[in-house]
């Protein structure tokens, strides 16, 4: 299995909060050195700051988790790999014309989705079950 994580599980393994132990388990399963999108840490970087908005932690906490997190990539437990973000964006766009009608997909499930392709990812391992669909109809296995 080669896998993709979405932030909505990425997240969950820096922020205790529930599913937790369930994306912590999924992470370690896949080991070390999976990939990751530039989308990816801008979602990291913007959930923990609305996080800090509602008020459900500090910003020092934030601050904590951001640096954690960018850690694990400086580290190889996670990685940028190499790629041709116009690729990532046209098949987000056929994607897009292929299914958003019947499924109702958010772009930024949808760019998601399209990277996972284009880094030649089997699975994709999410809690978005938008997200869980559009990947299954795309190609991708889930969890």
Do not use: W
């Amino acid at each position: 299995m080669k896998p993709y994580f979405d932030t909505s599980v990425l997240i969950k393994s820096y922020v205790m909060e529930p599913r937790s132990e369930e994306a912590i388990e999924n992470i370690n399963q896949a080991g070390t050195g999976f990939p990751i999108s530039h989308i990816t840490t801008l979602e990291m970087t913007n959930a923990l700051q609305l996080k800090v908005f509602r008020n459900e932690i500090s910003q020092q906490a934030a601050s904590r988790y951001l640096r954690a997190f960018e850690s694990d990539i400086e580290s190889g437990y996670m990685y940028y790999p190499p790629h041709d973000i116009g690729s990532i964006f046209l098949r987000a766009q056929k994607l897009s014309l292929d299914h958003s009608t019947t499924l109702g997909s958010r772009s930024l499930d949808i760019l998601h989705v399209a990277s996972a392709l284009e880094f030649g990812c089997d699975t994709l391992i999410t809690f978005d079950q938008k997200q869980e669909r559009l990947a299954k109809e795309a190609g991708l296995q889930t969890h």
